[in-house]
């Protein structure tokens, strides 16, 4: 109903020509469009939307930022036999776990994942949230299992959309797990063998070499 106060958001206009739900709070105005939908309608989010999604995410550089991937090449070494790699053999070996991570499959997986979950609005407005200063920052506490800038949620949550997306985010996680561990599984068991061809490589003298 116009008029109406729903979790702080005024509902406060609805123009019937554009089907534009307007929502207000305090200074702020949010407009919702309905063109196709209708409250409790479920619509698919394309597979184009979520990998934009992906793309503002900068989710590979992310990935190959962190310390995970060398914690990776240093165990698989010493449990392939090489039980005190160098330096020079850690950043050798973390370039062959980058080979056999596949992380262009694995943004396809999770493009999957993401255009089942979330509407095709839900996979725009974490574009444009994502793509931002703030929604990058977001990302970057988030990667490092921290707390938001200033302590609480940023702001794209409180909006009505950004609701949505934070109450689908453990269905999100269930279905990544249940997508993602299989192929998880077959990446780690090729990573473990390469690890043990280099392992067994760095323990063979080179030819030539003085006994």
Do not use: H
Request: glycine fraction near 6%.
């Amino acid at each position: 109903m116009i008029g109406q106060v729903v979790g702080g958001w005024k509902l406060k206009e609805y123009r019937a020509a554009d089907e534009v739900l307007v929502l207000a709070k305090g200074d702020r105005e949010d407009r919702l469009r309905l063109s196709k939908s209708v409250v409790g309608t479920y619509n698919p989010g394309a597979l184009a939307d979520a990998n934009a999604l992906i793309k503002a995410m900068n989710f590979e550089q992310r990935m190959r930022q962190l310390e995970w991937m060398k914690n990776i090449s240093k165990q698989m070494l010493i449990n392939a036999g090489l039980p005190n790699p160098s330096v020079e053999q850690l950043a050798e070996f973390e370039k062959e776990i980058v080979r056999l991570f596949d992380f262009s499959k694995m943004q396809s997986l999770m493009a999957v994942v993401m255009s089942e979950v979330y509407t095709q609005e839900e996979l725009r407005a974490q574009t444009e949230f994502y793509g931002s200063e703030l929604g990058q920052a977001a990302l970057d506490n988030q990667m490092r299992g921290v707390q938001a800038l200033d302590k609480k949620e940023p702001e794209f949550y409180t909006t009505p959309i950004g609701r949505s997306v934070k109450a689908k985010e453990a269905q999100s996680r269930e279905q990544m797990d249940k997508t993602m561990t299989p192929w998880m599984k077959e990446t780690m068991k090729a990573i473990s063998m390469a690890a043990l061809t280099y392992a067994k490589a760095q323990a063979t003298p080179a030819t030539g070499a003085k006994p």
